[in-house]
Every structure is written in structure tokens, then in C-alpha cells.
């Protein structure tokens, strides 16, 4: 059967273009696989809706960035709606599957183990603090630039940082420094 011809449609091309560094991203924000691709999924359907949008904006990956952000952003919204339970533990999948596909692979175990971290640490940002944060300290993108991206102001911006960039180096200070010792008298 051939392709039809929204298959090679300009947009779906640069669309397609934009996935690999967007699912990245948005696991980082999202938390989850998961997650990350219901937001890009989502992200997706909105610029679908209007693609001359993405296709005539000088910045494609930002405005699909963008998009996603604000996916994950009422993704995150609805679940506050939910009951929340503890997940101290880590989840032991059935078989540990993880940890089979994880024992034979002898390079860039580091680099992932990395990932892992900065995708948990993110985790414990608003959206809006770990989207900034992404575009500025891991996409290179000025402050300026990411403000534009996320429509907010420059200030608001530059809090949202401050203020995730003061929550990262409180948790990677520890339970001690967080809760100001309180451990210890209990």
C-alpha cells in the first residue's frame, strides 16, 4: 500500500525530525517513558491542529518544546487531582526485566545512571521550574531566550530557575540539610 501524502507532509517531517530530543526532554520533565510520550503525543495533536505555526516559527524545536512543556504541565495538574500513595520503594518489576536487559550492556552505564538521577531530581520541580531549567542549563538556551519559549517574563523565568536550582542543592545536600536535623531527635 502506498504512503499518503500527509505522510510526507513538510510538517510530519520536521516533526519527525524533533522527536529524538524532545522524548529526551520529556522524560526529564514527565518522569516517566510513559509520561513522555503521552506529552509529545499531545504535543503532537496541538501542532497538527495548526502546522504552518511550527512550520513558519524561526525556533521549531522551542515551539514544539513549548507545546510539550505545557502537555506535561496539565498531565501534572490532573494527577494532582488523585489520590497520591507512598512510592519510597522502587518498584521490582515481575522477572526484573530492568536489571536482565541492564546486566549485559558494558558501556554508557554511567552516562544512564546520570540520566536517571537528573530525571528523578527534575521530578521534584514544578513543571514550569524543570522546563526552565532544561532549556537553560541543559539546552543552552539564555534566559532570555528560554522566558520567550516558555511566554512568561524574563523575572519569572529567572525565579522559576532560582527557585529550582535552591531546590536541587537542597536535595542533593541531603535529608539532614533539608529537614534541619529533625531526623535525629525523633
Known sequence: MAPSATDDSPFDTLFCGLLPRLYRRAVMLAGTRQAAEDAVHEAYLKLAARPERLLGHPEPY??????????????????????????SEPFEGAGGAGGAASAGWDG???????????????????????????LVDLDGYTLDQAA???????????????????????????????????RDRA
Open 62 to 87: 522551542a515551539y514544539a518544546f513549548r507545546a510539550m512543556a505545557s502537555a506535561v504541565h496539565d498531565a501534572r495538574r490532573k494527577e494532582r487531582r488523585h489520590v497520591l500513595t507512598d512510592v
Open 108 to 134: 554508557g552505564l554511567e552516562r544512564r545512571q546520570g540520566e536517571l538521577e537528573a530525571v528523578r531530581l527534575l521530578g521534584r520541580l514544578s513543571a514550569r521550574q524543570a522546563a526552565v531549567v532544561i
Open 148 to 182: 520567550r519559549i516558555m511566554r512568561v517574563h524574563r523575572g519569572t523565568a529567572a525565579r522559576h530557575r532560582s527557585r529550582a536550582l535552591g531546590a536541587l542543592r537542597a536535595e542533593l545536600a541531603g535529608p539532614d540539610a533539608r529537614d534541619g536535623g529533625r
